[in-house]
């Protein structure tokens, strides 16, 4: 049902280690945002060591909206389903962001907008990558290419709509807790799974392509390896949960990967198959020259080496997760509880 009343507003930022960035963060979701309602921000801090809840701390003395929540258990997925239980017991909305993604301002108020126009259940947005090295721009540049993300609409995407997954942004509690909130066994793919989980409940999820983040994608290939490994992983044991989620986009990347071997395996008696990897590394070539012309830097360049960390990290990370973690598939019975324990009923 569509927004009509005053709202209570859960801003959720979960952090490990974001000193550097936790001012800028919280003070840009502070900016412009929806009068009309009340908005609580809640750092969730999973034990950082570079003075992050300290500055929290100081921060909150001039802001009475914002408040610290140790997060025991470190990951994002928890961070979020603890300030749920502990602080959004009484809350209609809530709202992630992650404290190393750059917001504009009237974001809070602006996803709470869409929510009451659009009525839908959860409010996604597209990322803008970018970044200050040459890997990282190279990273941003061919992220928006079908070679770099599939046509995945929440990377870059320009077209607003109802769709199956997005980065997530704003949740009405109602669908979040029903659907059991993330699986905080999930350190990365959880939101892909979690949207599995509400769709299969009847919540909509809407991509508003006029509420945009930044991003600054990791700034080492072998950081965009191990982020990319993680994330094939997660994507296995969603798919076996959620088996309609596999999408062809996303097996085409294990699978071309996993030919690709066995081509050069068996390129030995048939030399000939040194063809298929070959097209690959073509294409490669041929989108990092593209990306050089169009972006007038060398830096483009990069853009093949990081499509290939990027697929080739994924499938090993796919294949994985679907060798060394049992799943089982999913439904509306196993969604957890979204209740506070006595221990976190005291802290709240």
């Not at 009525?119 to 061919?142: E, F, I, K």
Request: glycine letters at 8%.
């Amino acid at each position: 049902m569509s927004i009509d009343r005053s709202l209570s507003i859960l801003v959720v930022i979960p952090t490990l280690n974001e000193r550097a960035h936790i001012d800028s963060v919280v003070d840009t979701l502070a900016l412009d945002w929806p009068q009309q309602h009340r908005v609580r921000i809640v750092v969730a801090d999973g034990g950082s060591t570079d003075g992050t809840v300290e500055r929290v701390h100081e921060l909150a003395q001039s802001r009475p909206w914002l408040s610290l929540l140790p997060n025991p258990q470190r990951v994002q997925s928890a961070a979020v389903n603890l300030a749920a239980r502990v602080e959004g017991k009484a809350a209609d909305v809530l709202v992630r962001c992650d404290a190393h993604a750059e917001y504009p301002a009237g974001f809070v108020r602006r996803l709470v907008d869409t929510l009451e126009r659009t009525d839908a259940d959860a409010v996604v947005v597209p990322m803008d990558s970018g970044g200050s090295n040459c890997l990282q721009r190279a990273v941003a540049w061919v992220s928006d290419t079908p070679l770099g993300s599939g046509g995945s609409a929440h990377r870059g995407g320009r077209r607003s709509g109802f769709i199956d997954h997005g980065h997530h942004a704003a949740f009405r509690m109602e669908s979040f807790r029903r659907a059991g909130g993330y699986d905080e066994s999930f350190t990365h793919n959880e939101d892909a799974e979690l949207d599995c989980r509400q769709r299969a409940l009847g919540s909509r999820i809407y991509l508003d392509a006029d509420i945009r983040i930044g991003y600054s994608p990791r700034d080492t290939l072998r950081g965009l390896w191990r982020q990319y490994f993680n994330y094939g992983r997660g994507r296995s044991r969603t798919v076996r949960r959620h088996p309609s989620s596999l999408r062809l986009r996303q097996l085409a990347v294990p699978g071309y990967v996993g030919s690709c071997i066995v081509a050069v395996l068996l390129s030995l008696w048939w030399p000939l198959l040194l063809l298929w990897p070959g097209i690959y590394l073509a294409s490669l070539v041929g989108v990092s020259l593209q990306l050089v012309l169009r972006r007038r830097s060398v830096c483009a360049l990069l853009a093949g080496p990081a499509a290939a960390a990027m697929h080739w990290s994924w499938a090993l990370g796919f294949f994985s997760g679907w060798v060394t973690v049992r799943e089982r598939r999913w439904t509306p019975a196993m969604a957890p509880s979204m209740e506070p324990t006595l221990a976190e009923g005291r802290k709240g």
